[in-house]
């Protein structure tokens, strides 16, 4: 059986960064089935609702989703719907039908874009961390909250099922990275980091005794994922924490064009880069497809289990960016001259 990628390129650049994924998966899987689907604005313009039934029928049965980018302008009409029919509506909904529990974010400093990064060059030379965060529980969906007159409430609580879920994710990226994990929490002041870290700890020593396990306080991973980036490989933390860390170490690589992402549950997995519909360059021809095409790499490593063509991808897009970089990177390149470049250089390697 072939297997089928639905693709829902969205709004804004998402049609065009998706296109030029999807060129680069043809070039080195061209067995796989593309399902193109409509999703956010532009499923609103077409059918009046941002998720349809027919892009819910899709998913059954797929094997990954890639992901464009979902919303439009500040003034957009969208707007003055009720929120629910809004296009970012949609992405809650797909996301929600996926069950995805896992948020992978790769922070990579690219070999010759040291100078975009915020940190000194000598600090971003090299980095390359994985922000493993869990995405369905924790403080922000349990329901035991309230706010009443001048007192409110929200429960961080996680299960061993749900903390062995998200960790078993993190030892078997970090056994094809580098082969040490961070698990980050407050255990120090929280009963739930207190699990967290037993169940982490039990995990590892029972069935990834290969990997290096390290605990640390999210207050001072805070300090040290910019003061000595190096030290870190896979990190896997909660929700909030997780929030929190993978926008803060989204800045290290220097450009939002530079971010891919991958959420991860049961079924299929969603791929997507992590900017937005970056509506100011829409339908010009000059977003950075390097996002959406390593997030299609990050689709054939952990939906497809082709680890090979995923690396192949990712020294592709690394090669392209050296020699063809696009305006975001303070280069000229547009995206197809990019995506060429990205085609030029796995043809080389092939
Ligand atoms: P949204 O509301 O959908 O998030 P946005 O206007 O906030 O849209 P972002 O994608 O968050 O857009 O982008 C912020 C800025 O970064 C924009 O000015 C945009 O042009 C630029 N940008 C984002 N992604 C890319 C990309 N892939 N290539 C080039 N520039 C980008
Ligand atoms: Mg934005």
């Given amino acids: 059986m072939p297997k089928r990628v639905v693709v829902l390129a969205g709004d804004g650049i998402g049609p065009e960064v998706t296109g030029a994924a999807v060129q680069v998966l043809q070039e080195v899987a061209p067995d796989l089935q593309f399902d193109h689907q409509l999703i956010g604005g532009v499923a609103i313009e077409a059918t009046g609702e941002p998720f349809p039934e027919a892009t819910r029928q899709a998913l059954q049965g797929a094997d990954a989703v890639l992901l464009g980018t979902v919303g439009g302008p500040q003034n957009s009409p969208w707007n003055l719907l009720p929120r629910h029919l809004r296009p970012e509506s949609g992405l809650l909904a797909l996301r929600k039908a996926l069950g995805v529990y896992a948020n992978l974010r790769p922070v990579r400093v690219q070999p010759g874009l040291e100078h975009l990064s915020p940190l000194k060059p000598e600090l971003a030379r090299g980095v390359d961390i994985l922000?493993?965060?869990e995405l369905l529980g924790g403080i922000y969906f349990d329901q035991d909250?309230?706010?009443?007159?001048?007192?409110?409430?929200?429960?961080?609580?996680?299960?061993?099922?749900?903390?062995?879920?998200?960790?078993?994710?993190?030892?078997?990226?970090?056994?094809?990275?580098?082969?040490?994990?961070?698990?980050?929490?407050?255990?120090?002041?929280?009963?739930?980091?207190e699990l967290w870290r037993r169940d982490v700890t039990a995990l590892q020593q029972r069935d990834y005794p290969g990997i290096h396990l390290n605990h640390e306080y999210v207050d001072s991973v805070a300090m040290l994922i910019v003061a000595e980036p190096g030290r870190?490989?896979?990190?896997?933390?909660?929700?909030l924490f997780g929030d929190i860390l993978s926008d803060l170490a989204a800045v290290i690589p220097g450009s939002l064009g530079l971010m891919p992402s991958a959420s991860l549950g049961d079924g299929a997995g969603l791929?997507?880069?992590?900017h937005g519909s970056a509506p100011d360059i829409a339908g010009k021809g000059v977003a950075n497809p390097a996002a959406a095409i390593m997030s299609a790499a990050m689709l054939l490593r952990h939906s497809l289990d082709m680890p090979h063509a995923a690396a192949k991808i990712d020294g592709a897009v690394s090669q392209a960016l050296r020699t063809t970089p696009t305006r975001d990177l303070g280069g000229r390149a547009s995206t197809t001259e990019f995506t060429e470049a990205v085609l030029h250089a796995l043809g080389r390697t092939a």
């Fill in 131 to 133: 922000i493993v965060r």
């Fill in 145 to 193: 909250r309230k706010i009443e007159g001048s007192v409110a409430y929200n429960t961080m609580r996680y299960t061993t099922l749900e903390v062995e879920r998200i960790a078993k994710i993190a030892f078997w990226a970090a056994d094809q990275r580098k082969g040490r994990v961070t698990s980050v929490d407050k255990a120090n002041v929280l009963e739930v980091s």
């Fill in 232 to 239: 870190y490989d896979v990190i896997v933390t909660e929700n």
């Fill in 271 to 274: 791929y997507e880069p992590i």
